[in-house]
């Protein structure tokens, strides 16, 4: 028969007190990194931790100190949560459009889609366009993955394929400030508002490939059949159009280029939870699996091979038939040809 007394025996009981201690170190990691980044000055870092060593050595009894870090917990969340996104700040050019849609029945024109001149990564011409497509005219979607250091972390490039005009991409981003650049510690803080970048496809490609230096991109096309692909299209114009309206905050976990993609979608259309969507360098694999991916028949290894565009962009360089190169002769898109 079960007794209570296992439960205040002194095992169980070193258990509780270890997952007292665990928790609260967690939650003064969580609230420093809190006041050290977001704060409004570094001295509250340092304030935190008196009021911890006094907790820690003058109150007695451990349900009382791990009672009073929560209540510090909650009162630095609630502060957290209250700091607002803004669209005014002192953007870095590459970001400081907002794209905006405006949906007309079959017609959508797009504002400030991107359509920048590299010479460098900080040396370019910026060119910021207005275009109209066509919902009826969308034949597929591809996606480009790109690394530029670690396997496990990659950015994917939404790039929605027309019958009748050039491809449009989607790529989802932290909006920095001049003079920012990207922490993955800092994503996860309010550091970065988040953005829908509308960009014309050579120059996201080429960005990635001919431009910046020590970054992959692989390209693959999904097999949404193009009903589907023009509900997916809405979904970015939707999530594009409230962001434009009303700033959000990127975060590293909830907020990234990857699960901004699941979260736009209705929850009950939603692809089921992978560990893949988070660390979604092994995207592309997830995808595989799923058989969201055309592939002619090879083999994940071989796809992921044959899919690097990297040489071939560098030699398409400012060809007006840039896109088409890139797709020729890879598996998933065997239909296509130069001359197509």
């Known amino acids: 028969m079960f007794s209570l007394g296992v439960l205040f025996s002194p095992s169980m009981r070193f258990v509780v007190r270890f997952l007292a201690v665990l928790t609260s170190a967690l939650v003064v990691s969580w609230t420093t990194g809190a006041l050290f980044f977001d704060g409004p000055s570094p001295i509250l870092v340092g304030l935190q931790f008196f009021v911890i060593l006094v907790v ?34 002192n953007w870095q050019p590459d970001v400081a459009q907002t794209a905006w849609a405006e949906v007309h029945g079959d017609d959508v024109t797009l504002h400030n889609v991107r359509n920048f001149d590299y010479r460098t990564a900080t040396d370019f011409t910026p060119h910021w366009e207005t275009r109209t497509v066509h919902l009826s005219q969308i034949t597929a979607i591809d996606v480009a993955v790109c690394y530029w250091g670690s396997e496990c972390i990659a950015h994917p490039i939404a790039s929605f394929q027309f019958a009748d005009s050039p491809p449009v991409c989607f790529s989802i981003e932290t909006r920095k400030e001049v003079g920012e650049s990207y922490s993955a510690l800092r994503g996860f803080f309010r550091q970065y508002e988040l953005i829908y970048v509308v960009v014309d496809e050579r120059d996201a490609i080429r960005l990635r490939t001919n431009v910046r230096t020590g970054e992959e991109v692989y390209l693959y096309r999904l097999k949404t059949p193009p009903d589907r692909a023009r509900g997916h299209f809405l979904d970015y114009i939707a999530a594009l159009n409230e962001l434009h309206d009303q700033p959000r905050w990127y975060n590293a976990a909830t907020a990234n280029c990857t699960t901004s993609i699941r979260s736009q979608q209705v929850s009950d259309k939603r692809d089921p939870w992978d560990w893949r969507i988070l660390i979604n360098g092994k995207i592309d694999e997830l995808l595989f699996e799923r058989g ?20 071939a962009a560098n030699a398409a360089g400012n060809e007006p038939d840039f896109s088409k190169r890139l797709r020729f002769k890879r598996p998933g898109f065997s239909s296509l040809s130069t001359s197509s």
């Open 292 to 311: 969201d991916l055309k592939t002619d028949g090879v083999s994940f290894p071989e796809l992921k091979a044959k899919s690097l565009i990297n040489e």
């Open 56 to 89: 820690f050595f003058f109150v007695r009894g451990w349900k009382r100190k791990l009672s009073l870090v929560c209540l510090w917990f909650v009162l630095v969340l609630a502060w957290w949560l209250m700091l607002e996104p803004r669209s005014d700040r």
